[in-house]
């Protein structure tokens, strides 16, 4: 029976705080917590708006709804009720469960001890000491407070008290020590080697204060210098946006004066060849006139007429040459073009080295580039043909944390309790459970990893992502640097820059397959079993190498990455 309401007590405690449920609520996971537990836990997660089941890590966006669980509350109390009931009556001052120091002298119940006796080597309860401080015999004895450590302060060789420490052997040694085994040897007493001890150590505490003097001194001129620079930076780009809004406006006004310059030299050029067009107009018609009098005398019968009218229908008109339409060399744009392409080409130049390369005219044929290329090879379709892109990953002791243990020529990864040997190294995650493989991945790559629990990510990430810090701004997903698919028991989701997606649910499975076609900005995850289940597909544009990674939550978490040859 008592066994039975142990259980049912541990059934209806609050993983927070050990105790019995008080107020309780049930968040959507299906885990209970007490109202103020929960409430106090979340406060902390207020500023990155995602919470999370302190008990299976499952995280809930927006904070959820808690409202009391009645029927709970009352189970509860119910079993509050119980325990106190069964709960056995305390002795006065008995020790029992309670981490106290039992008297030597008494007998059957033995009572709490309130003083230790170094040379009678007892502890003694409230009535037992009363000796000590009434008979003379025994207020010559040096009590102390009681402590159930009576035994290491004997000699083991004489059963005397230690008193005396050998600075030769750097021990604390008795009397009879003094004269036998350390005869010869520098000794002082222990209390005088204490008091010389602490000096040295008052001054080690100094020296420390010192040293996180100098260190918060660094840090402050550290965090002063990072202001300074976000100053600077924030000054360069509103200088930049000014300098390129007069640029912009410049080559708006030039813009404008070329079009009017245009214009201008139009209108005259149109105006001359106006005059000159009405000229050639005048002159047909005077050459259609005559022509049409040559034809009537041509037919003339009367030869008088014909005679009369020759003279001055048979000399030719006198006409001057008209001039060649003008077309003005300024209408030409070749000049103009030129100009404009070296001046842009040295902006780009300029630029370039400006801002350490990141601007490049390759930029601009990238989209070209991944078209031709994604209908030249497509992606692959069977399990067949991702195999031909297997890739050989080994995890980097450098970056993994300092509880992540690797094995299997680094092919193999477990999350232990306590801490590896590793050395220091700045790339090491020092505050998340992650580590990443040493090999960037090539254009189009695949691998499969296989894991024993259900909470893991697996995710591919840039390089320069965070390593440091106690938040999960350096997790897989929670940045702008990494991209990672999250098992969590019988679903799976995919956070990208703290941005999270539900995937569908799918048959449970614990290998996954990644393809990643870097170029062609493709990231792909796949679930292995008797057959290949895409979960989710991601394009995107991949502007730095990537660099598989993994995440594990709970203790005895195990990763492996298979071997597909």
């Not at 537990?37 to 997660?45: P, Q």
């Not at 289940?533 to 991601?538: A, E, F, G, N, P």
Request: charged share 25%.
């Amino acid at each position: 029976m008592a066994e039975a309401a142990v259980k049912s007590l541990d059934s209806f405690s609050c993983p927070i705080c050990l105790d019995l449920l008080k107020d309780p609520v049930t968040i959507p996971c299906g885990h209970s917590f007490c109202l103020g537990c929960i409430k106090d836990c979340w406060a902390g997660d207020d500023q990155r708006k995602v919470y999370s089941c302190p008990q299976c890590r499952h995280t809930f966006t927006p904070r959820p709804v808690l409202n009391k669980n009645t029927m709970l509350a009352e189970l509860a109390e119910g079993l509050r009720k119980t325990r106190l009931q069964a709960a056995p009556p305390p002795a006065a001052d008995s020790p029992a469960g309670s981490g106290g120091v039992e008297c030597d002298v008494c007998t059957g119940t033995k009572h709490t001890a309130v003083k230790s006796c170094l040379v009678c080597l007892l502890s003694f309860c409230e009535a037992h000491i009363q000796p000590h401080y009434e008979i003379p015999a025994y207020k010559k004895h040096k009590l102390v407070e009681a402590s159930m450590n009576l035994q290491e302060k004997i000699c083991s060789l004489h059963d005397k008290l230690l008193e005396v420490f050998c600075h030769t052997d750097q021990q604390c040694i008795c009397l009879l020590c003094v004269m036998d085994e350390h005869r010869g040897h520098k000794t002082v007493s222990a209390a005088a080697e204490r008091a010389q001890k602490q000096k040295q150590l008052v001054q080690t505490q100094r020296e420390s204060q010192q040293r996180i003097q100098q260190k918060e001194k660094k840090l402050q001129e550290l965090r002063q210098t990072m202001e300074t620079l976000r100053r600077s930076a924030q000054a360069a780009v509103e200088d930049s946006e000014k300098i390129f809004t007069e640029l912009i406006q410049f080559m708006e006004r030039r813009r404008s004066e070329v079009k009017e310059l245009i214009r201008a030299q139009e209108k005259t050029e149109l105006s001359l060849a106006e005059d000159l067009l009405k000229k050639l107009e005048q002159e047909i018609a005077d050459l259609r006139r005559r022509d049409a009098e040559l034809e009537k005398l041509l037919h003339s019968e009367d030869p008088i007429d014909f005679l009369q009218s020759f003279q001055s229908l048979s000399a030719p008109p006198q006409s001057a040459d008209l001039p060649q339409i003008p077309v003005s060399h300024q209408f030409s744009m070749e000049e103009l073009k030129k100009a404009a392409t070296g001046v842009m080409e040295r902006m780009e130049s300029k630029l370039v080295r400006f801002s350490g390369g990141f601007i490049s005219s390759s930029m601009t044929a990238a989209p070209l580039q991944k078209s031709e290329q994604l209908l030249q090879s497509p992606e692959p379709k069977t399990r067949e043909d991702f195999l031909k892109y297997t890739c050989q990953l080994t995890l980097d002791p450098n970056t993994a944390h300092t509880q992540i243990a690797l094995s299997e020529r680094n092919r193999k990864a477990t999350l232990m309790p306590q801490k590896q040997q590793y050395p220091y190294h700045p790339e090491r995650f020092d505050s998340v459970h992650q580590v990443l493989c040493r090999e960037s991945l090539p254009g189009r790559c695949y691998w499969e990893v296989e894991f024993n629990m259900n909470y893991v990510h697996i995710a591919v990430c840039y390089k320069n992502i965070s390593r440091k810090g106690g938040d999960y701004k350096s997790g897989f997903g929670f940045n702008d640097q990494s991209w990672s698919l999250n098992s969590w028991y019988s679903s799976f989701s995919f956070r990208h820059n703290n941005k999270e997606t539900k995937l569908p649910v799918v048959s449970r499975s614990y290998r996954i397959g990644v393809y990643v076609d870097h170029s062609a900005g493709i990231l792909s995850f796949y679930s292995i079993s008797d057959t290949m289940t895409l979960l989710h597909r991601v394009h995107t544009t991949f502007t730095q190498p990537l660099y598989p990674g993994f995440w594990f939550y709970d203790f005895g978490n195990v990763l492996q990455i298979c071997d597909l040859n």
